[in-house]
T-cell receptor
Framework: SQKIEQNSEALNIQEGKTATLTCNYTNYSPAYLQWYRQDPGRGPVFLLLIRENEKEKRKERLKVTFDTTLKQSLFHITASQPADSATYLCALAYSSASKIIFGSGTRLSIRP | DVKVTQSSRYLVKRTGEKVFLECVQDMDHENMFWYRQDPGLGLRLIYFSYDVKMKEKGDIPEGYSVSREKKERFSLILESASTNQTSMYLC???????????FGPGTRLTVL
């Protein structure tokens, strides 16, 4: 079955630096991959979607890459701020299915 | 803005009780989902529905059932609650299969 692995450890980054989060998957490549942000006690909030034929997607300070050879997506937050501290979830799905498979998330902490 | 609401933020029930978790979305979305989230395990799909009166099993449907009588409402039912169903339950909706999901705030259920 398909598995998703995200950075197992929490990530601590100095404010102003670029945070990079990793999402690796096994088996066959998904049709698209999504990234969500989740704050404690709240539901996830959608950030970005990248399709298998796209190498990179940007939105303001966020950048997502998708490497189907490495079976990996990287999520970057440039000029990080303490307000970026949250858990970030990677999710993938296949064009023939409605359901999405989520990773367990990476907790990111940005220290001032 | 899309709004997904869940009937309770916190719920405490006893073993063997029948539990209803309600979810309502206000954006006429076709697809609705129920997940549970546990530490280290991420979001796991329980059931989803792509139309009124339609339902599909997710990855962990055992011990749960669902109902979708109206497009905007998707209910999760625990027929006989057990302690291993203590968890955070998240409802989500999306307009299309390969689209972002909009999540509710979650219901933290404790079964004693």
């Amino acid at each position: 079955s398909q598995k998703i692995e995200q950075n197992s450890e929490a990530l601590n980054i100095q404010e102003g630096k670029t945070a990079t989060l990793t999402c690796n998957y096994t088996n066959y490549s998904p049709a698209y991959l999504q990234w969500y942000r989740q704050d404690p006690g709240r539901g996830p909030v959608f950030l970005l979607l990248i399709r298998e034929n796209e190498k990179e997607k940007r939105k303001e300070r966020l950048k997502v890459t998708f490497d189907t050879t490495l079976k990996q997506s990287l999520f970057h937050i440039t000029a990080s701020q303490p307000a970026d501290s949250a858990t970030y979830l990677c999710a993938l799905a296949y064009s023939s299915a409605s359901k999405i498979i989520f990773g367990s998330g990476t907790r990111l902490s940005i220290r001032p | 803005d899309v709004k997904v609401t869940q009937s309770s933020r916190y719920l405490v029930k006893r073993t063997g009780e029948k539990v209803f978790l309600e979810c309502v979305q206000d954006m006429d979305h076709e697809n609705m989902f129920w997940y549970r989230q546990d530490p280290g395990l991420g979001l796991r799909l329980i059931y989803f529905s792509y139309d009124v009166k339609m339902k599909e099993k997710g990855d962990i449907p055992e011990g749960y059932s669902v109902s979708r009588e109206k497009k905007e409402r998707f209910s999760l039912i625990l027929e006989s609650a057990s302690t291993n169903q203590t968890s955070m339950y998240l409802c989500a909706s999306s307009p299309f299969a390969d689209n972002e999901q909009f999540f509710g705030p979650g219901t933290r259920l404790t079964v004693l």
